[in-house]
DNA sequence: AGAGTCTTCCAAAGCGCTTTGGCTTTCTCG
DNA sequence: CGAGAAAGCCAAAGCGCTTTGGAAGACTCT
């Protein structure tokens, strides 16, 4: 059933129905009724593919997908992906994934700009002077980063946490507790959530007249391996540090593991704050020792990234407005007074 | 650039330029080299919008995710899409994922197959008779199910792993070592893999005169808490079971922090086998006791379910064909004679 | 009653590609 | 040398929708 039968159908020119059923005034009520009683009865759905060569708009979103053999996707991904999908359902969006070599993305946002393949596209993980965001403000289709980028002389949309603001309350409170030796065992310190989670801390540790030695932080990919490898380099130190900041769940899984082996404690020897970005799979209270967290759930961000996408699409959102959300810090058992 | 202006450009027609583009016989193999020659350089790139109109093709592969307030996508999904779009990539092939109400997936299937959105669908985790198998299957879309669905009156694509097999063998060597009561801390147990994976362990039972007490074995969501509570409960029974055998390794986090919480060891007191989908973020050699696995990599069956795809778009594979794929047997420190 | 204004609808022109059917031109071969 | 076949190209008709530019009729107002 397509438009052509159902205006010949109800003795209405394709023009009218078109109209009728996207909701254009020049049309009398009582026809539209009638047109729109008719669509549903026969179950009538526009032609995408037909609608799109005519207006451009897909109804989709984008993103791009790095990969390759060495390109692992994080964990994070799919929960961000929970909360995408399940607001872009409510509004009948879908969304694209396009493969691209890690290396070389660009060929592919160019790719979906040129084609119209998407309305839309989000960025995450962003670096400073991240290129994509670069590239895709230049080519002029609508966008929104989760997380950040910085450096640039123009301004966009994002969607954000305060990491700088959580990991310098967590070092606020361990200091507090008398710990003068902190760690931090960050991500990926080229992305932007890194660079600031390494500020919170720097920030809090030089409000007390302390700071972070070099050896002590350290940027790894976030596994439970990396936290096991690390939390071992930094305690088998002589000046090992006696609290821990982690930047994320499962690498405090090695994070306990390594304290363990070396028959250490948490909090007795070392206190641990790790950041929650909340997996209903891995919760940081049944940890052996409930875990501390800076909790933020990526699930409700990857919600509000599809609805100001989808805001953006249908022209109700504009500018450059950057959002950035608070993180709550949750404290529980892993972590206590210095040593000593 | 498109494909009028470069048949001006070029004094074709457009028929011409565009069998030229496309491999058709009839055209000069002079001209054809004209042609492909000058789209390369003006880095003409036909419209997919318009292709899609003209021929129903899309060069996109369509997945129906399930959400909602209360669905968690598994970590094991962003493993399969690694492989998914890495092969995808190369083929240049764009996964669109439609987000669904968990309830009512099959609105959107029917959705995607009438607007022709994808040229083909895969299906993940399917149940026994699976109502999403025996849908794709009457609407007539290429399709690879991801896993086995059972109790169908026709054949059907899949890709699978030798489930029951896996736990089969890792039964029976637990039983060689000694041990008699067996438990299972499964997945959901009205999927396809758990009840296959549950027959392998009660054949290898079998086979030695036992069987699995209907209290050894639980079916829940693989969850760390899921896998802690289930073993609290395991192990707190008179009738306490020696070995076990868990469907993931998140799950195994669970049943180690339980057996520890309990003042146990492993493989003391308890031995342990889990199934390991290969993760890079969580590796079963680094567990406190380096765990012994049934190891298959997920991302290698996402690459795999990518190509047979791709292979039905283009008409290189038909029919019914389904492949099981083995499963390697892990042995390390977390297995160990019964104790007593 | 005639001019002007709405209201309501329509024919037709795109959107950019593929594909059908046919028209020249060249080649082959008895 | 002329008929038939093959090669190489083209014009035009879709694919199914949106949107432009009217047109016809109904209504208002002087």
Redesign the interface.
């Known amino acids: 059933m397509n438009l052509k039968q159902l205006a010949h159908m109800l003795a209405l020119s394709q023009t009218t129905v078109s109209r009728a059923l996207n909701g254009y005034p020049e049309v009398n009520e009582e026809t539209r009724r009638r047109v729109m009683d008719a669509a549903k009865r026969h179950g009538y ?1 526009p ?4 609608r ?2 005519a207006t ?1 708009k ?1 109804g ?1 979103i984008g993103y791009v ?1 790095p ?3 060495s ?5 994070h ?3 961000f ?2 909360g995408l ?2 607001y ?2 409510s509004h009948e ?9 890690a290396d070389d993305q660009e060929t592919t946002y160019r ?1 979906i700009v ?4 998407v309305d839309a596209v989000y960025i995450s993980s962003p670096r400073p002077a991240d290129r994509r965001v670069a590239l895709v403000n230049t080519l002029g289709i609508p966008f929104i980063v989760h997380g950040r980028s910085e450096g640039f002389d123009f301004d966009y949309a994002f969607t954000d946490i305060d990491n700088e603001g959580a990991f310098h309350e967590a070092a606020r409170l361990l200091i507090q507790l008398g710990h003068r030796r902190l760690a931090l065992i960050n991500g990926d310190d080229r992305e932007t959530f890194a660079i600031h989670r390494e500020r919170g801390v720097r920030r809090a540790l030089a409000a007390s007249g302390l700071s972070l030695s070099e050896r002590h932080v350290c940027s790894v ?5 990396n936290g ?1 490898r690390a939390t071992r380099r930094l305690l088998e130190e002589d000046d090992a540090p006696t609290a821990i900041a982690c930047s994320s769940l ?1 690498m405090a ?2 994070v306990v ?1 390594a304290v ?2 070396l028959g250490l404690s948490i909090p007795g020897d070392v206190s641990l704050i790790a950041h929650d970005d909340v ?5 940081p209270e ?3 020792v409930p875990l501390s967290t800076t909790r933020s759930s990526i699930r409700l961000a990857g919600a509000r990234v599809a609805e100001r996408l989808a805001a953006r699409i249908s022209g109700l959102e504009e500018g450059a407005r950057g959002e950035v959300w608070p993180v709550d810090l949750v404290v529980r058992g892993s972590v206590a007074g210095a040593p000593g």
């Open positions: 759905r032609n995408p593919s037909a799109r060569l451009g897909t989709m997908l990969t390759g053999a390109v692992d996707i994080d964990p991904f799919v929960e992906l929970s999908g399940d872009a359902r969006l879908d969304l694209v994934l396009s493969p691209a070599d790719r040129a084609n119209r393949q990919d976030m596994t439970e391996e096991y499962i899984l090695g593991r363990r082996d997996f209903p799979w891995l919760r049944n940890f052996s």
